[in-house]
């Protein structure tokens, strides 16, 4: 394990990362609401069903994060790959909405239902992995699982919270939806790499 110095500033970049994709994450889900809402209107039966999927996905992605950490080495890689993931979606979810919402505001409850499920599903079942892995990987490397898990927690969701005000307030006053999943994308595709620049640098 690493010494104490050293451990709280693994914990301190990983929490950064983290809360870079806790601000990717609300991102997409404010501006994939918009997007769906434009197709399926905005009423509670529509919210419910977005809403719900989007929380199903993190659950599932909690359980199978843990699955993850317990089997896998390199959990760093791991995140990496899932930050990777989540961004290659996130360039394709435009296009993927756009071309199933031809059809969509004529399809009945089930099928807007296994619509929402098909898009949100993968991408928030990644985002939800990404926490068990990260309070595992700080855990096998500092060994200070109670202040890893409130600390990256914590990270997460201020992200989470900053991504939302800003998305909704700020950056589609000048920003199109598509602009706004581009660069959720993009924040993704930064940690992952950032993620991988800190696990060479642990080797060293």
Do not use: C
């Not at 068990?132 to 919270?161: C, K, Q, W």
């Not at 660069?183 to 060479?200: D, E, K, P, Q, S």
């Amino acid at each position: 394990m690493l010494n104490i110095v050293d451990g709280r500033r693994v914990n301190r970049q990983l929490s950064l990362l983290f809360f870079l994709s806790g601000v990717a994450a609300l991102a997409y889900q404010v501006a994939w609401q918009r997007k769906l809402f434009a197709v399926i209107g905005v009423d509670v039966l529509s919210v419910s069903i977005i809403v719900s999927t989007f929380m199903l996905g993190l659950g599932v992605g909690g359980i199978a994060g843990g699955v993850i950490a317990d089997r896998k080495a390199s959990l760093i890689n791991w995140f990496s790959g899932i930050e990777l993931g989540i961004g290659a979606f996130g360039l394709t979810s435009t296009f993927l909405i756009g071309w199933l919402s031809t059809w969509l505001p004529t399809a009945s409850l089930l099928s807007v239902s296994a619509f929402s499920l098909a898009v949100l599903l993968v991408p928030t079942t990644l985002m939800g992995a990404t926490l068990p892995i990260l309070v595992i990987h700080v855990d096998r490397t500092v060994g200070s699982i109670g202040e890893s898990t409130g600390s990256l927690y914590f990270s997460n969701t201020m992200g989470g919270a900053l991504g939302a005000i800003a998305t909704g307030f700020v950056l589609l006053d000048s920003l199109t939806l598509t602009q706004v999943t581009y660069a959720a994308a993009g924040i993704n595709f930064f940690i992952a790499f950032a993620a991988r620049m800190l696990l060479r640098g642990r080797s060293q």
